[in-house]
């Protein structure tokens, strides 16, 4: 069964509010988490229609196990107010929404101002200014917060940078923004990779997210959907070794050991601790299927 303690965000594809085969082809892919957008991916002209378009599709598509995440216009704009406020009245006419995600958030007193207007959702925000990088830790400790994601499009924006295939100019914002994810145990979700044509690019950006921590990638086409479940979900190797790794830490335990040996290196409480984990992702993903 999946909850919002185990669910498994490999792949979470933004799809503009306002495209509506869009909207309803995505009921049949292979994502775990959807980011419904009303922000940047819809033109000024249909800002307002999008609104409309999207409480019907959430309404009405079913959209399974997969996590439904509303990006909202930000509230300095002319759209902000009533998008949260129709999201919120939707939530309360019983359309199943689970979170809303707030742009350009840059203090802890942006996520408040959500909340003032309501607090039917849970709070995802988008890391994508400088101001942001810096004031990460204190966003991630907002009590309604419950995840992040990587706007590395706005961030490279801000920043002046150039695009690299290693992604050096983006590394001290997105090792700020782990940091404080992982101190406050929240989801965070690497940005997108703009190319959707350049698989072996995806898969290296992918590849270098997980490493770093990341629990997913955000996505904009179906085609890269492959490529993010299989990165970011444990190997048919890992869960291999977590299962040996629990078998010999227990057979040790049992001989009144704290230390096991599996494959020439040691086996701590610690080792333990993350082959659970590896495990229990494994399990949640499977539930996905
Ligand atoms: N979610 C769901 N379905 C999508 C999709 C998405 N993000 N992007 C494309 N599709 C669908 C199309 O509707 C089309 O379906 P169909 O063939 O059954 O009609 C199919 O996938 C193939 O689409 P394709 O023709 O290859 O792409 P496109 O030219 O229509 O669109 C983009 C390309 C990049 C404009 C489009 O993928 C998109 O809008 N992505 C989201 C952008 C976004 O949200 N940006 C904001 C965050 S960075
Ligand atoms: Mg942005």
Same mark, same amino acid.
């Given at each position: 069964? *999946? ?17 509506? %085969?869009?909207?309803?082809? !995505?009921?049949?892919?292979? /994502? ?6 009303l922000?940047?991916?819809v033109?000024v002209?249909e800002k307002v229609?999008a ?14 196990? +997969?996590? %439904? *995440? ?9 759209w902000? +107010? ?21 742009? #350009?958030?840059?203090? @802890? ?5 959500? *909340? ?47 695009? %690299? ?6 590394? !001290?914002?997105?090792?700020? /923004? ?7 145990? #929240? ?9 959707? @044509?350049?698989?072996?690019?995806? #898969?290296?950006? /992918?590849?270098?997210? %997980? ?14 959907? =492959?490529? &993010? ?6 190997? =048919? ?6 299962? +040996?790794?629990?078998? &010999? ?33 494994? =399990?949640?993903? &499977?539930?996905?299927?």
């Amino acid at each position: 069964m *999946i909850n919002s303690a185990n669910r498994p965000y490999r792949s979470v594809l933004y799809i503009p509010g306002s495209k509506e %085969r869009a909207l309803e082809k !995505a009921t049949g892919l292979a /994502c775990d988490a959807i980011i419904f957008d009303l922000e940047d991916a819809v033109a000024v002209d249909e800002k307002v229609n999008a609104r409309e378009t999207l409480v019907t599709a959430l309404r009405d598509f079913d959209y399974g196990a +997969r996590a %439904r *995440i509303v990006r909202v216009n930000g509230l300095d704009t002319e759209w902000g +107010r009533e998008d949260v406020l129709a999201i919120a009245a939707a939530v309360h006419a019983g359309v199943k929404i689970d979170a809303l995600l707030i742009p #350009k958030v840059s203090y @802890k007193k942006d996520l408040d101002a959500v *909340i003032d207007l309501t607090s039917a959702l849970p709070l995802w925000a988008m890391m994508e200014t400088a101001m942001g990088m810096l004031n990460a830790g204190d966003i991630a400790s907002h009590p309604r917060l419950e995840g992040m994601v990587m706007g590395t499009n706005d961030l490279a924006k801000e920043l002046q940078s150039r695009f %690299r295939a290693d992604r050096l100019p983006m590394q !001290a914002g997105l090792g700020q /923004c782990l940091l404080a994810a992982k101190a406050f145990g #929240k989801v965070i979700v690497d940005g997108v990779y703009n190319a959707f @044509k350049d698989d072996a690019g995806l #898969k290296a950006e /992918c590849d270098q997210g %997980r490493d770093m921590g990341f629990d997913g990638k955000t996505l904009i086409h179906p085609a890269q959907l =492959e490529i &993010a479940n299989a990165a970011f979900a444990p190997s =048919e190797a890992e869960v291999d070794l977590a299962q +040996r790794q629990i078998a &010999a830490f227990d057979a040790a335990q049992a001989q009144g050991l704290g230390v096991a040996v599996v494959d020439g290196k040691i086996v701590e409480n610690l080792h333990i601790v993350t082959a659970r984990q590896i495990l229990a992702k494994a =399990e949640a993903i &499977a539930a996905m299927a």
